[in-house]
């Protein structure tokens, strides 16, 4: 990606409105509650969405412009390195009592149901302080590993092959990468994609795929993260009505790597993503970093080739369409459209994602399923228009309007925008 961009002004790059729609559907087949469950379970997919801001210190450093800046993200060619990086999310998601982290499992998990599955275990992501520790040597051979109590979950990727094992319940999924045509890999690199961005590298370019002339992008200062003097890039939106404030991605002056990224909303308060590096290395790793062999007894599951199935995507509205094929009741048309019901509305960081879910919005009262319906729609709010009644569920960054008659609005955008949206599509 090369992103271009004047001191104030960039132009080119995908929309936040679809980059924020990847709700990972295609994973399983819809229920009519899928949109307020997804709703929870969106934070693993707006992670992509946000950067950090930076540590102490103010390291004096040559003037660069925002071009210069975003031209060295895109030249950056880190090839080795190993380090720590914290990852802090707080997309404000209702406090169920546990019950969120099952509903985020249930609707990203795949159907063998390993613990052990990325798809499923990086959601934890989703939501509180982690720690990681990360290792790369080429395009080949990465390892990211999840830090937990008493216990360690890993992801590595060694040549065609892609492990990931939880220590906890000593289990083991297996898949391969098509080396040779880049399939679930970086193209042209071979590199194993993870479900869900982790790092301040993964973070920024998805961010920055947002980056078009509704976007504001400058140079603000310099920051030292990590022990290493860093330019810091600061992103936001020119449009009103989004719920994104601002972007903040402290980029290293020597390798154009990005350290730290941080998204704040809108809103105001504590950031709703900040990760990064707290130390890092840029020394070959040693070799045995990234060998794994089935412990002993280990429940080993053999997975789909990495991109045949896995619900990670770039966000893009074609990309949307593809993994919505096969959910209940959406019947399939071709390119874009390739939903009944399937548009993104507006452009820039106000652009809302519509389909149609195939069925009658959230159930009430003594309806089949009122029960779980009206919890459901505790969590969100009633409201009305032109296009008739419905409930927004939300977080501090992505809202989603489910019509009382089965569509559906997604954006990181405001209650009020997607009303507007609904209204003007009627």
Do not use: C
């Amino acid at each position: 990606m090369a992103p271009k961009a004047s001191d104030d002004t960039t132009t080119g790059g995908e929309s936040t409105g679809a980059e924020a729609d990847d709700l990972r559907l295609g994973r399983r087949k819809a229920a009519r509650y899928i949109v307020p469950v997804t709703v929870i379970g969106v934070a693993a997919a707006t992670i992509g969405l946000v950067p950090a801001l930076a540590d102490s210190g103010d390291p004096d450093l040559p003037k660069i412009t925002a071009q210069q800046l975003l031209d060295k993200i895109a030249a950056s060619d880190v090839q080795q390195l190993s380090g720590t990086v914290k990852i802090s999310t707080d997309l404000g998601l209702p406090d169920l009592g546990g019950l969120e982290s099952g509903l985020l499992s249930g609707a990203t998990q795949g159907g063998d149901g390993s613990s052990a599955d990325p798809s499923t275990k990086l959601t934890e992501l989703a939501a509180g302080t982690h720690t990681l520790r990360v290792a790369a040597d080429g395009p080949d051979r990465q390892k990211l590993s999840l830090l937990e109590n008493a216990a360690e979950y890993s992801v590595i990727h060694n040549g065609k092959d892609v492990w990931g094992y939880d220590s906890a319940s000593n289990e083991v999924y297996h898949s391969t990468a098509d080396e040779s045509s880049g399939e679930g890999a970086d193209k042209g690199s071979g590199k194993a994609e993870t479900p869900v961005p982790a790092t301040p590298k993964e973070l920024t370019e998805d961010a920055l795929k947002a980056v078009d002339d509704t976007t504001s992008v400058t140079v603000d200062g310099t920051v030292q993260v990590a022990g290493r003097d860093a330019y810091k890039l600061l992103v936001k939106p020119k449009q009103s009505g989004s719920t994104v404030g601002a972007i903040s991605v402290a980029v290293d002056a020597k390798t154009g790597l990005p350290l730290k990224f941080t998204l704040t909303p809108a809103s105001g308060g504590a950031a709703v993503v900040d990760a990064g590096f707290t130390q890092v290395s840029f020394a070959k790793p040693a070799a045995s970093t990234f060998d794994f062999t089935a412990p002993k007894g280990a429940k080993v599951t053999e997975g789909d080739k990495v991109g045949e199935s896995a619900p990670g995507h770039s966000g893009k509205p074609d990309d949307l369409a593809k993994d919505l094929e096969g959910v209940e009741g959406v019947e399939g048309a071709e390119g874009l459209d390739g939903l009944d019901g399937l548009n993104v509305l507006g452009e820039g960081w106000t652009s809302v994602a519509v389909f149609d879910s195939g069925g009658e919005g959230l159930p009430s009262g003594a309806e089949a399923g009122g029960d779980l319906g009206g919890f459901l729609g505790s969590f969100g709010d009633k409201v009305t228009g032109k296009f008739g009644s419905g409930t927004v569920f939300s977080t501090r960054l992505i809202n989603a309007l489910m019509t009382d008659d089965g569509k559906v609005y997604v954006g990181a955008v405001t209650k009020d925008a997607l009303v507007k949206a609904a209204n003007a599509a009627k």
